[in-house]
């Protein structure tokens, strides 16, 4: 079975600053690995993905993620956050031998200042 | 057309009541999966259909009954529920369940009075 860890219950940055969320995961056999953003009252939203290949994935609203095996990490970055960025990231899992329905992490509440 | 459609987007219900959500998607995809999301929480799978056939249920009581109609519809029949069911519940789906992308509709929101 795998997990997710996602250390940072709630990030809180200024506009226009760097910001990078974190994700380690774990599991015996090969990941996809994935970040879903959720705005208020809304579903879920798929940012990026890594399948394989290039371990720098870039993805939607100029986010992008490192996959690092050797670390098992899959943290997100963006290098100048809106105000409208602010949203719950979702780092989630999934692995073969079996099904590839991914686990979720808990969750990180970031909140762009102004 | 890359949407998953939910109604309704609001429910409220009493515990005796027997209501049902929809969820609909028009992408081809062959897997379908029910969530339920409590406040400042992960989404927590509840239930997966693959090529219209339930192919896991979590342990889900059976107050929450799903349905699989055809490829391209979904429905979570509810009954007798209790107020802890009150939450966010999320249809997604995917092209199969070997991929791990899925595509989440916008939820619909229970309340159980």
């Known amino acids: 079975a795998q997990s997710v860890t996602q250390l940072d219950s709630q990030v809180p940055v200024f506009e226009e600053a760097p910001v990078e969320l974190r994700c380690n995961y774990s599991?015996?056999?090969?990941?996809?690995l994935f970040w879903y953003v959720q705005y208020p009252n809304q579903g879920l939203q798929l940012l990026l993905k890594?399948?394989?290949?290039?371990?720098l994935v870039k993805g939607i609203n100029g986010f992008e993620a490192e996959f690092n095996k050797s670390q098992t990490s899959f943290h997100l970055r963006k290098p100048s956050v809106h105000i409208s960025d602010t949203a719950e990231y979702f780092c989630a899992v999934s692995a073969s031998g079996g099904s590839y329905i991914p686990t979720f992490g808990r969750g990180t509440s970031l909140i762009v200042h102004p | 057309d890359t949407e998953v459609t939910q109604t309704p987007k609001h429910l409220v219900m009493g515990m005796t009541n027997k209501k049902s959500l929809k969820c609909e998607q028009h992408m081809g995809h062959r897997a379908m999966y029910w969530y339920k999301q409590k406040a400042k929480k992960p989404p927590e799978l509840m239930f997966v259909?693959?090529?219209?056939?339930?192919?896991i249920n979590e342990s889900v009581p059976s107050r929450f009954s799903p349905e699989c109609p055809n490829s391209s519809l979904l429905n979570l029949h509810l009954h007798a529920l209790q107020p802890e069911d009150s939450a966010l519940y999320l249809c997604?789906?995917?092209?199969?369940?070997?991929?791990?992308?899925?595509?989440f509709g916008e939820g619909s929101r229970l309340t159980v009075l």
């Open positions: 259909y693959s090529y219209e056939k339930l192919s």
């Open positions: 599991s015996s056999v090969s990941v996809y």
């Open positions: 997604a789906s995917s092209r199969t369940t070997n991929t791990g992308e899925l595509f």
């Open positions: 890594y399948l394989s290949g290039s371990t």
